[in-house]
């Protein structure tokens, strides 16, 4: 009986060692689960028929940004682009050629350590570059800050909520993002005490419920990385003036799969904001 004891306090410690050493690993390669950046920038907006402005712009402690700028005659409101956390500005072409069709003006921007952006990521980071982004536009641009709608896909949703909360901004437009990093991190690690171990927090539910300025979320049900129930809560906890809109498709391709129910839903958001138009 002894010895069966012994094996079991054995495999006990082992199946304890091989769960820390996870703990650990999970703590400190948060970046590389978080952030996916590529450096390569494999398209332009001109590739598409687009006529763009190559821009550099730095924040305030430093860091040099590149940036889009791909503008429209009288458009209907210009947006701040924060894009998710794969990839760079360039595998946004197809989202771009959207926004351009439904009149918006849109400066869409790498986070440091994205594509041509110097830098090192982090939350804070993040924050910082969307910063400069408004300060790009609104300073140097002269566009009214009541012009601009902070939009932002997946990770961005995190860093554009971040910017309506901190800037003034006209509208917020959330797709296919989460509550907070460690809500989605709960989702797919149940068995991990994920909200002790996060080093990251992107908490939009938290803005969501103090924003007063409209907002549009939008959202697949079979989204295969950022559960529905996130979406919808986020959705539900906001304070008005809101609306939800559901898409269909997986994660990175939503938007394109309900691209003719996508156009108009954002059409008649833009018009709501714009009234007398």
């Known amino acids: 009986?002894?010895?069966?004891?012994?094996?079991?306090?054995?495999?006990?410690?082992?199946i304890a060692s091989v769960y820390i050493l996870i703990l650990f690993y999970v703590?400190?390669?948060q970046d590389k689960m978080v952030f996916y950046p590529t450096s390569e920038?494999?398209?332009?907006?001109?590739?598409s028929g687009l006529e763009?402005?190559?821009?550099?712009?730095?924040?305030?402690?430093?860091?040099?940004?590149h940036a889009w700028y791909i503008p429209v005659e009288s458009p209907a409101a210009t947006m701040i682009f924060c894009h998710g956390n794969g990839g760079n500005i360039s595998h946004r072409i197809e989202s771009i050629e959207?926004?351009?069709?439904?009149?918006?003006?849109?400066?869409?921007?790498?986070?440091?350590?994205?594509g041509r952006s110097e830098g090192e990521l982090?939350?804070?980071?993040?924050?910082?570059?969307a910063d400069a982004a408004w300060e790009y536009l609104t300073n140097t641009r002269e566009i009214?800050?009541?012009?601009i709608i902070s939009f932002g896909r997946s990770l961005g949703g995190g860093i554009a909520s971040w910017l309506a909360d901190n800037r003034e901004v006209k509208a917020l437009i959330l797709e296919s993002t989460f509550t907070s990093i460690p809500d989605v991190a709960a989702k797919h690690y149940p068995f991990l005490p994920v909200k002790l171990l996060s080093r990251y927090h992107y908490n939009s539910l938290e803005r969501v419920k103090r924003l007063t300025l409209p907002k549009l979320f939008i959202h697949s049900k079979t989204d295969d990385l950022i559960p529905y129930s996130l979406g919808?809560?986020?959705y539900r906890e906001a304070i008005e003036p809101k609306k939800f809109i559901e898409i269909s498709g997986g994660h990175n391709y939503g938007y394109l799969n309900s691209h003719n129910m996508y156009m108009r839903e954002i059409s008649a958001f833009l018009n709501s904001l714009n009234p007398e138009k």
């Open 1 to 14: 009986m002894k010895a069966v004891f012994r094996m079991l306090y054995a495999v006990l410690g082992i």
């Open 27 to 29: 703590y400190f390669q």
């Open 41 to 47: 920038i494999e398209a332009t907006p001109i590739q």
């Open 52 to 65: 763009y402005e190559d821009v550099f712009i730095e924040t305030e402690d430093g860091v040099k940004l």
């Open 98 to 114: 959207q926004f351009h069709a439904l009149n918006i003006s849109v400066f869409i921007f790498d986070y440091r350590g994205y």
């Open 122 to 129: 982090s939350e804070e980071g993040t924050y910082k570059d």
């Open 144 to 147: 009214p800050a009541n012009s």
């Open 232 to 234: 919808e809560k986020l």
